[in-house]
């Protein structure tokens, strides 16, 4: 399995600012998964990236919102921008690391508190 | 359409007895099951999984699951639980047309001392 890192762990932030979270993989994987999971609730995809393309966003969430970067096959980036006290969740990086059977691993996610 | 159903939001049991966590999907496509463990403050845990063969699975920290076609069931289980395995537990469901997972509300388990 494969052993994923986020940075930072968690942060509290005031409304209109931006944080970026990083996802590092101790492997090289093919697709990342940025999941948001609100206070209580269940994970809720944001988009899919894939190394070398444009990351696919699921319905309500857009780009200018969370951009993402994926420069290579360990390493990804999801921004939430122009924070308001709604963007206050975990969010979540996660891998397909078998390429088959949807398997995903976890990184510890991220708590963002935007005050 | 396709759907994850945890029925129970939370569960309390006392150390020591059984638990059963409930499962139920609705997937056009043979599905693969998963459950997955969230302890406080963490990301995360693959607890187990069901690809296809044996419908009785064994996983991580003494769980098991059944997989009942019939029924759209994939009921988790332990025979004893330990005040550690306090945490919210997630069912999912994929399969091999569509990379990603559905996944269910979660279940809070509680463990009473």
């Known amino acids: 399995s494969a052993v994923i890192s986020q940075k930072p762990s968690r942060d509290i932030c005031q409304r209109g600012t931006s944080l970026t979270i990083q996802c590092q993989v101790d492997?090289?994987?093919?697709?990342m998964f940025w999941y948001r999971q609100q206070p209580g609730q269940s994970l809720t995809l944001i988009a899919t990236a894939n190394q070398g393309s444009e990351a696919t966003y699921e319905s309500g969430f857009v780009i200018d919102k969370f951009p993402i970067s994926r420069p290579n096959l360990t390493f990804s980036t999801l921004t939430v921008s122009n924070m308001s006290p709604e963007d206050s969740s975990i969010y979540l990086c996660?891998?397909?690391?078998?390429?088959?059977?949807?398997?995903?691993?976890f990184g510890p996610g991220t708590r963002l508190t935007v005050l | 359409a396709q759907s994850v159903t945890q029925p129970d939001i939370h569960i309390t049991v006392s150390e020591g007895a059984s638990l059963e966590l409930r499962c139920n999907y609705s997937y056009g496509a043979t599905p693969y099951l998963f459950w997955y463990v969230q302890s406080p403050g963490q990301g995360l845990q693959l607890l187990l999984k069901y690809f296809s063969g044996d419908t009785l699975v064994q996983g991580i920290k003494g769980f098991e699951a059944e997989f009942k076609r019939s029924q759209s069931s994939f009921n988790l289980r332990k025979p004893s639980v330990h005040w550690s395995d306090a945490a919210e537990y997630f069912c999912a469901v994929g399969s091999d047309s569509n990379y990603q997972l559905i996944w269910g509300a979660g279940t809070k388990l509680i463990i009473k001392p």
């Open positions: 996660s891998v397909d690391s078998s390429g088959t059977y949807n398997e995903q691993f």
């Open positions: 492997s090289q994987v093919t697709m």
